[in-house]
């Protein structure tokens, strides 16, 4: 209930404020602009004048937009107002603007009222009603991007936490016999060459770089490895953890991946080069 209340003033507090700010606006305009009779009236009582028009606006805004919708919540309700208030509070509060302008005019103001006058006050009293439409645009167009930045965020800690988990993880690789077994987590793993009828795992052990042989191929370990994107396969006879990947380099004998924590170059063939090159630029 807390929160509710406090979301409620929150909208109540940006709608006055919005309101305030096309009062302000009519304001401006009409000193400006003059578009009523004002020469009949001193520079005091001009300025007193031209004020009423723009409390005029914000008590007629907030009696239309703020206290009716307080009065009936079930049929209106601020804080849902996205995209701005809807048709019949509109036109309710452009009719009693021009209304109240009308009698301002012409009991306050001492002025006739001719058809060119109320021409005048209707496109007046348009202006809060443009005013209003843009300030609500601007706000929904707030929100959307609000949205959008916290999906991402969210969406990019899920990618975190996906990819931590993953390669946490671990991996068995048996020998063919199943005879020989290696357990390692799938961050340790460096390299797995192929050498002959054997496969040769690079792998960290406490800060060192260990190697095992375990008689198996390459093809039924590059199976087990489908589903972690970390590892690509660089040659038809090596693959490599992209997360030890330190360069791609280029020598007269073709292309070679260098390699953190490991001395030895890793031949790139033309095959695989395409694809290394573009997981190498995604790292960068």
């Known amino acids: 209930m807390a929160y509710r209340k406090d979301y409620i003033k929150g909208s109540l507090r940006d709608e006055l404020g919005r ?30 004048f031209v004020t009423g028009f723009g409390a005029i606006t914000f008590l007629v805004a ?13 049929w209106f309700k601020i804080s849902n107002w996205e995209s701005g208030p809807p048709i019949l509070l ?19 103001g001492k002025a006739p009222l001719t058809l060119y006058i109320m021409f005048k006050v209707v496109l007046v009293c348009l202006l ?31 990618i975190g936490e996906y990819e931590n988990k993953s390669v946490e993880e671990e991996i068995d690789i048996f020998s063919n016999s199943k005879s020989d077994k290696l357990t390692l987590k799938y961050k340790n793993i460096i390299l797995i060459k192929s050498a002959d009828n ?10 060192r770089v260990e190697k095992k042989l375990i008689r198996n191929t390459l093809k039924n370990v590059e199976s087990q490895l489908v589903n972690q994107n970390n590892f690509i396969r660089c ?11 330190d360069k791609l380099t280029r ?16 031949p790139v063939s033309r095959q695989y080069l395409m694809q290394v090159r ?6 960068r």
């Open 62 to 74: 907030c009696s239309i937009l703020v206290v009716l919708p307080l009065s009936i919540p079930r």
């Open 128 to 158: 809060p009603l443009i005013i209003l439409i843009i300030l609500y645009k601007n706000k929904s167009l707030t929100y959307v991007v609000e949205n959008l930045q916290e999906q991402n965020k969210y969406y990019i800690s899920k």
């Open 235 to 245: 040659h038809r006879a090596s693959i490599v953890n992209v997360m030890y990947i």
């Open 198 to 207: 054997y496969i040769e795992i690079f792998h960290q052990e406490n800060d």
């Open 251 to 266: 020598s007269y004998s073709g292309y070679s991946l260098k390699m953190t924590c490991f001395e030895e170059k890793i």
């Open 19 to 48: 309101l305030f700010i096309l009062s302000f606006g009519v304001f401006l305009f009409i000193l400006f602009f003059q578009p009523f009779p004002l020469k009949q009236l001193d520079f005091n009582n001009r300025l007193l």
């Open 278 to 283: 573009e997981v190498i630029s995604g790292i």
């Open 90 to 108: 509109t036109l309710l509060l452009l009719v009693s603007t021009v209304t109240a302008f009308a009698f301002y005019i012409r009991y306050v």
